[in-house]
């Protein structure tokens, strides 16, 4: 199953008219989960127009997904989050599908649990942060896009998952403001929250320490 045309600045996309455009080289550039999350965003029956801008939207929107699962993962044991059966999925986005494989509403769903997930770990409740990343994890499953399933391994082992060197960057930054803040240099602390901030990262103090996440 695909999407009606895919147009490229308006018009029809076809080798005919020479405005084809290199999947591999969106893939290299976006990564494959991004490129699949951007062709779930309109119904099948749609046309789609296909521009670096809505690319560079589907990886913002999937950077999103990505910052929930690993704020969820540091607080969820994995043996907590064992069923991901279809029990798991709300029955909202179950409708959205079974409604002429509606992914537009059933991604409204998909997000909407990650807002409510993002809160709940602001929260520190830790029973509704399982249910919101069981639901979401089961949801990406449908969707053919958690990053944990075995069609997106080699993206893990290429060299192009950089999470580990944002974690370790951020933390670095964090620490700083800490330490800023521990002598009570506020601009300094300040300084580097907005630094975060111009890039899309939320920081926020909690009794435990200052926490970061994308800017929703």
């Known amino acids: ?100 494989l509606g992914t537009p509403g059933a991604l409204a769903v998909l997000f909407g649990t990650i807002r409510e997930g993002n809160s709940a770990i602001d929260a520190e409740k830790p029973e509704a942060v399982i249910a919101a990343l069981t639901a979401v994890r089961a949801m990406l499953g449908v969707l053919g896009l958690d990053p944990a399933g075995p069609e997106w391994a080699h993206e893990h082992t290429t060299g192009g998952d950089l999470t580990p060197v944002v974690d370790g960057l951020v933390a670095a930054l964090l620490e700083q403001r800490t330490q800023a803040r521990a002598r009570k240099d506020w601009p300094a602390a300040d300084a580097i929250r907005d630094q975060l901030a111009t890039i899309g990262l939320k920081v926020e103090d909690t009794p435990t320490g200052s926490r970061w996440s994308l800017e929703n």
């Open 1 to 100: 199953m695909h999407n009606a045309w895919v147009t490229l600045a308006g018009e029809k996309m076809s080798k005919s008219l020479g405005n084809t455009a290199d999947v591999l080289a969106a893939v290299e550039r976006h990564g494959g989960r991004a490129i699949r999350l951007y062709l779930a965003g309109p119904h099948y029956r749609s046309s789609i127009e296909l521009s670096d801008a809505s690319l560079a939207e589907a990886a913002a929107q999937l950077a999103r997904i990505d910052s929930f699962l690993a704020r969820a993962g540091r607080v969820v044991a994995p043996a907590e989050v064992a069923d991901l059966g279809p029990a798991a999925i709300p029955a909202a986005f179950a409708e959205a599908m079974n409604d002429d």
